[in-house]
C-alpha cells in the first residue's frame, strides 16, 4: 500500500512539474544539477576521451571564458541563471568543431571550436545554445523518454539503487554526441538568439555559426557535427526570423577581443 502512495503521489508531482511548458520530464531541477555534478566529475577522470584544459595553466583563456558566461547570465529568459552551478570547461582537441551541455549547466567548448569561430559573437551564441539545452532541461527531458516513469519510481523507492550510476555512466560515454531532437535543437537555438539579443552582442550571429558550419558541408572531410544536428539552411532560417522578430537590433562582434582569446590557447 506504501509503495502505490509513493507511486500515486509520484505521479501527480509529475504532472505538476511538467505543467510549466508543456513537457514531460520525470526528474527534478535537483537531480539535474546532481546528474551535471557527477558528469563533470566523469569528464574530469577521463583525460584520454576528454582531455582538459586545467584552469591554472590557462588563467587567460578562462578569464574570456568566465567574462562570456556572466554576460549571458544577465538573459532574462533563463529559468535558473541562480539555481545551477553554470560551469565552463575548454576541452583540448583542434580537430573537433563542437561543444556540449551536461544538466544543470556544466558546459565544454572544443579548441577546435573556439579557433574555428570568427568573433566573440558567433562564439556567445554557441555558448547560448548550449545553456539553452541546460536550462531548457533537453538532457533530462531525453532520459525521461529513454527510460520511462518506471525508473524514476525506482530511483525515489530506492528499489534500484545502482540505476543513477549506470545512468550517469552511459550518458557520460555520449555527452560530445548527444543527438537532441529536432525540436529541442530548434528551441536551443531560439532561446539561444533571445539570451543574445539582451546583451552588447550581435543576436544573428549564432547564424553565423551555422552558415560557417555550412560551408564544409561539402569538404572532404565535413565535420560530425553536420550529421548528427538538423539542417544548417533550417536553423539559419529559423534563427534569422527569432532575431527578425524581436526586433532585428545590431549587435557588436567584439572581433579584437575574441582573437585575444583564440591566442591565449595553446598552439596545438
Known amino acids: 500500500m506504501k509503495k502505490l502512495a509513493v507511486i500515486a503521489f509520484l505521479s501527480l508531482a509529475v504532472l505538476a512539474s511538467s505543467c510549466d511548458d508543456g513537457k514531460l520530464n520525470f526528474f527534478t531541477v535537483e537531480q539535474d544539477i546532481e546528474f551535471g555534478m557527477q558528469l563533470d566529475s566523469t569528464v574530469l577522470a577521463n583525460p584520454t576521451e576528454y582531455p582538459v584544459l586545467s584552469r591554472t595553466g590557462n588563467v587567460v583563456a578562462y578569464e574570456h571564458l568566465d567574462r562570456i558566461l556572466s554576460i549571458l547570465l544577465t538573459a532574462t529568459d533563463l529559468r535558473y541563471p541562480q539555481k545551477f552551478p553554470w560551469k565552463v570547461t575548454i576541452i583540448k582537441n583542434d580537430e573537433v568543431l563542437n561543444a556540449f551541455a551536461a544538466p544543470g549547466g556544466y558546459m565544454y567548448f572544443y579548441t577546435g571550436l573556439i579557433k574555428f569561430l570568427d568573433n ?59 543527438q537532441y531532437s ?72 567584439f572581433v579584437e577581443r575574441y582573437q585575444e582569446f583564440k591566442n591565449s590557447l595553446p598552439a596545438n
Open 182 to 253: 529536432r525540436d529541442n535543437e530548434y528551441e536551443a537555438d531560439e532561446y539561444g538568439v533571445k539570451y543574445l539579443y539582451g546583451t552588447e552582442y550581435h543576436a544573428r550571429e549564432l547564424a553565423g555559426f551555422f552558415e560557417k558550419m555550412n560551408e564544409l558541408a561539402n569538404s572532404p572531410r565535413p565535420p560530425e557535427f553536420l550529421s548528427t544536428h538538423p539542417s544548417p539552411e533550417n536553423r539559419i532560417e529559423k534563427i534569422l526570423e527569432t532575431w527578425t522578430n524581436l526586433g532585428g537590433k545590431q549587435g557588436k562582434l
Open 120 to 178: 566573440e559573437a558567433q562564439f556567445a551564441g554557441v555558448m547560448a545554445h548550449e545553456m539553452a539545452h541546460a536550462d531548457r532541461r533537453h538532457s533530462t527531458e531525453m532520459l525521461t523518454k529513454q527510460y520511462g516513469f518506471g525508473v524514476l519510481a525506482g530511483l525515489i523507492l530506492g528499489d534500484n539503487p545502482n540505476m543513477l550510476t549506470q545512468i550517469i555512466a552511459e550518458l557520460a560515454m555520449g555527452l560530445g554526441n548527444l
